[in-house]
C-alpha cells in the first residue's frame, strides 16, 4: 500500500491566509451600521478583547481576528440589531470537544463548507443556537495552481471614494492565454469614481454624534477608509474541561466561486454585501437559520490583483505581501483607479496609533520605542517601491 500523501500547507487551502492591517480603533468605525429604525451607530469592543487583535498582513489560522456579532449574545437583553465586536481564534473549537489542549483538535475546522453545515455537528450545533458572526478582514489571499507552483492573488472589496459606502464594479474575470486558463498579469481594475455603476450612500456617523458638534469632528467619525470585507461565519464558546478562560473561535463559510474567480480557486468565502445581508445574518432572533442560510452563494463582486510569492511563509508579515506584481512584466504595475482613491484618502486622513504587526507565534513583542507617527499600513503598500518579483 502506497504511503498517504502528505496533507497541503495551509497557505494553500480555501481561504487559509487574511489580511487586516486596521487599528482596533479602526475596525470600530470601519464597521458602523444602520439598525432597524435608521440610527447609524459604532459598535464597541468586547472587554479587553481590542487588546487581542494585532493587525496583520498575513493572518494564519489560529491567529485572532476581529469578529462582528449580535450583543443577545452576551446580553439577553440587547436588542436583536445590535452588534458588538470581538476578538475570536481562526479555527472553531466544538463546545463539547473534551481534550485539555485544544491544538488536539483531530481535523481542520479553518473553513465549514455552505453545503455540509447541516450535517457535521461542530458546525451543525452553532447553527442551530444561532452562533453566526460576521469575519471582518482588508481583503483574503488564494492560490491559483500553475504547473508545479502556485500564484497567490489578494481578494478584497472594489474600493470607492468613502470606503464605507457600498462599490460596485465590472466583474473583473481571469484572461486566458493560449487557453490554459492562466491569469493575465496586470491586476483586476473597478470603475472610478464618477463611472457609471457607481454606488452612492449617505454617509454613515455614529448615533453618539449631536448636532453641536463641529463639522471637522463629524468628518473624523465617518469613516472614508478601506472598505471591508464581510465574511460569513459560525462561532463556538470552549470552556477548557478542568475549568479556565472561555475561547472564542469561529470558522469561515465557504461556497462555490464567483465566475470571476474561478481561474484561481473553486473555493470562496460566503460574502455577505451590504448592511442588510450582515444584519440579517447576525438577528438570530428575527432571521431562523434555515432563512440565513439563503444569504450565502456566490457573488460576482470582488476584484484581486496577484502579489508576490513573499506572501507564502506566514512569518512574513510587511506590506510587501499586499503589493500588487505584474506577473508579465515582472515591475511595479500602474495603479489603480481604487489604489489611486486609496491614496488619496491616506493623504487627507491624520496618522493614527497603531499596534505592532502580530508575530509568527502570536505573542505580543516586547515594547520598542515608536517614531511620533507611523504610515498607514495600506500608505507602505501604496508607496513608489518596487514590489518582490516571484
Known amino acids: 500500500m502506497s504511503a498517504k500523501a502528505p496533507p497541503l500547507p495551509l497557505s494553500w487551502k480555501m481561504c487559509g491566509r487574511t489580511a487586516c492591517t486596521l487599528a482596533p480603533d479602526e475596525v470600530s468605525r470601519a464597521s458602523s451600521y444602520r439598525d432597524r429604525g435608521g440610527q447609524c451607530r459604532r459598535p464597541?469592543?468586547?472587554?479587553?478583547?481590542?487588546?487581542?487583535?494585532?493587525?496583520?498582513?498575513?493572518?494564519?489560522?489560529?491567529?485572532?481576528?476581529?469578529?462582528?456579532?449580535?450583543?443577545?449574545?452576551?446580553?439577553?437583553?440587547?436588542?436583536?440589531?445590535?452588534?458588538?465586536?470581538?476578538?475570536?481564534?481562526?479555527?472553531?473549537?466544538?463546545?463539547?470537544?473534551?481534550?485539555?489542549d485544544p491544538s488536539k483538535m483531530q481535523y481542520s475546522t479553518t473553513n465549514c463548507r455552505r453545503e455540509g453545515l447541516l450535517e457535521k455537528k461542530s458546525f451543525k450545533d452553532p447553527l442551530i443556537r444561532g452562533q453566526r458572526c460576521v469575519i471582518l478582514a482588508d481583503g483574503f489571499y488564494e492560490w491559483r495552481r500553475q504547473e508545479k507552483e502556485k500564484q497567490p492573488y489578494f481578494?478584497?472589496?472594489?474600493?470607492?471614494?468613502?470606503?464605507?459606502?457600498?462599490?460596485t464594479a465590472a466583474p473583473c474575470t481571469p484572461q486566458t492565454q493560449g487557453g490554459h486558463g492562466e491569469a493575465t498579469a496586470a491586476p483586476c481594475t473597478p470603475q472610478s469614481q464618477g463611472g457609471h455603476g457607481e454606488a452612492t450612500a449617505a454617509p454613515c456617523i455614529p448615533e453618539e454624534d449631536t448636532p453641536e458638534l463641529k463639522e471637522e469632528d463629524k468628518e473624523e467619525d465617518e469613516w472614508n477608509g478601506w472598505r471591508l470585507l464581510t465574511i460569513a461565519g459560525l462561532f463556538d464558546c470552549w470552556t477548557p474541561p478542568d475549568g479556565g478562560e472561555a475561547?472564542?473561535?469561529?470558522?469561515?463559510?465557504?461556497?462555490?466561486?464567483?465566475?470571476?474567480?474561478?481561474?484561481?480557486h473553486d473555493r470562496m468565502p460566503a460574502i455577505l454585501d451590504g448592511e442588510e445581508e450582515v444584519r440579517s445574518w447576525l438577528d438570530f432572533g428575527e432571521v431562523k437559520s434555515l432563512d440565513a442560510l439563503k444569504l450565502l452563494h456566490s457573488?460576482?463582486?470582488?476584484?484581486?490583483?496577484?502579489?508576490?510569492?513573499?506572501?507564502?511563509?506566514?512569518?512574513?508579515?510587511?506590506?510587501?505581501?499586499?503589493?500588487?506584481?505584474?506577473l508579465q512584466k515582472k515591475k511595479?504595475?500602474?495603479?489603480?483607479?481604487?489604489?489611486?482613491?486609496?491614496?488619496?484618502?491616506?493623504?487627507?486622513?491624520?496618522?493614527?496609533?497603531?499596534k505592532d504587526p502580530e508575530t509568527c507565534d502570536y505573542k505580543e513583542e516586547e515594547s520598542k520605542p515608536k517614531p511620533e507617527t507611523k504610515p498607514k499600513p495600506l500608505e507602505q503598500w501604496l508607496q513608489a517601491k518596487k514590489p518582490r518579483n516571484n
Open 247 to 264: 475561547l472564542y473561535t469561529y470558522s469561515v463559510i465557504t461556497v462555490e466561486a464567483s465566475p470571476n474567480l474561478q481561474g484561481i
Open 155 to 167: 481578494i478584497y472589496f472594489p474600493q470607492s471614494q468613502g470606503g464605507h459606502g457600498e462599490a
Open 332 to 354: 511595479e504595475p500602474k495603479p489603480t483607479a481604487s489604489s489611486k482613491m486609496m491614496m488619496s484618502w491616506l493623504k487627507s486622513s491624520a496618522p493614527s496609533k497603531r
Open 299 to 326: 457573488k460576482n463582486i470582488l476584484t484581486y490583483h496577484p502579489v508576490s510569492t513573499f506572501v507564502n511563509n506566514s512569518r512574513n508579515n510587511s506590506p510587501e505581501c499586499l503589493q500588487p506584481v505584474d
Open 44 to 100: 464597541t469592543w468586547r472587554d479587553g478583547d481590542a487588546d487581542k487583535y494585532r493587525p496583520s498582513y498575513n493572518k494564519s489560522p489560529q491567529s485572532m481576528s476581529p469578529v462582528l456579532l449580535s450583543q443577545k449574545h452576551f446580553d439577553k437583553n440587547a436588542p436583536g440589531d445590535e452588534c458588538v465586536l470581538a476578538a475570536m481564534r481562526w479555527g472553531l473549537i466544538p463546545a463539547w470537544f473534551r481534550e485539555k
